[in-house]
């Protein structure tokens, strides 16, 4: 098994470009999730899906977008970006769509630069 | 909105003490609560997590208690050791939506 895998692992993009993070798990997990990781911020909820062709928006969705159209990927697109979406990205999967019951599987993160 | 309150935000000790890292939450309705432990350049790892009808729970070294009365929980790591050094998220969930803390970084001194 190899978990979550995030590609690319490291991004400059200039302002107002777009790009997709790709996510993708082979463990059969129902449940797949992305967050934002800044400094003093902990980590932020931006998009989630419970299963194939279910997202929702999570804590901070504005810019991106998210697809599921299968169990193992969720890529997740911005559209245009800007330099306040400059963090770590990390993509979360748990078995169930029941995520109380189940911890995260987190993948090892993608770091964008927006100049 | 919804929070996570974490503290503290930098933790030392000397190799052998212990370590507590104290988290509070706002929704009432968090029914699970994992922590993370992050290592440099690498995705959030569980370690241990702990339900709402749990009081107190133990894996080796590390154990987790809740009251979920006054809506804390910590995290206690014994007899610690250099590669504990990492950084801490505790989290709370309910339903599809995890929350998580600003993070503890933890330094062991050999």
């Known amino acids: 098994n190899a978990g979550v895998t995030q590609t690319p692992k490291f991004q400059v993009l200039k302002t107002g470009q777009s790009m997709t993070l790709q996510c993708a798990q082979d463990?059969?997990?129902?449940?797949m999730s992305w967050y934002r990781q800044d400094p003093g911020m902990g980590l932020r909820l931006i998009h989630y899906?419970?299963?194939?062709?279910?997202?929702d928006q999570g804590e901070v969705p504005n810019g991106y977008n998210v697809s599921r159209s299968t169990t193992e990927d969720f890529p997740l697109r911005l559209l245009s970006a800007a330099p306040s979406q400059t963090s770590v990205y990390f993509c979360a999967s748990s078995y169930s769509w029941r995520a109380e019951n189940y911890g995260y599987t987190f993948g090892s993160g993608t770091r964008l630069t927006v100049v | 909105g919804e929070n996570v309150e974490q503290h503290p935000s930098t933790l030392s000790v000397q190799e052998g003490d212990s370590a507590v890292i104290k988290c509070t939450y706002s929704d009432s309705a968090s029914n699970y609560f994992p922590w993370y432990k992050q290592e440099l350049g690498k995705g959030p790892q569980l370690i241990i997590d702990?339900?709402?009808?749990?009081g107190e729970k133990k894996d080796q070294r590390i154990a987790v208690t809740l009251n979920k009365t006054a809506k804390h929980f910590s995290l206690h790591i014994t007899e610690t050791q250099p590669e504990d050094s990492a950084v801490y998220f505790c989290a709370a969930t309910r339903g599809f939506k995890t929350i998580f803390g600003a993070g503890t970084r933890l330094f062991v001194k050999a």
């Open positions: 463990m059969n997990h129902e449940y």
């Open positions: 702990i339900r709402s009808n749990v």
């Open positions: 899906s419970v299963g194939a062709g279910i997202t």
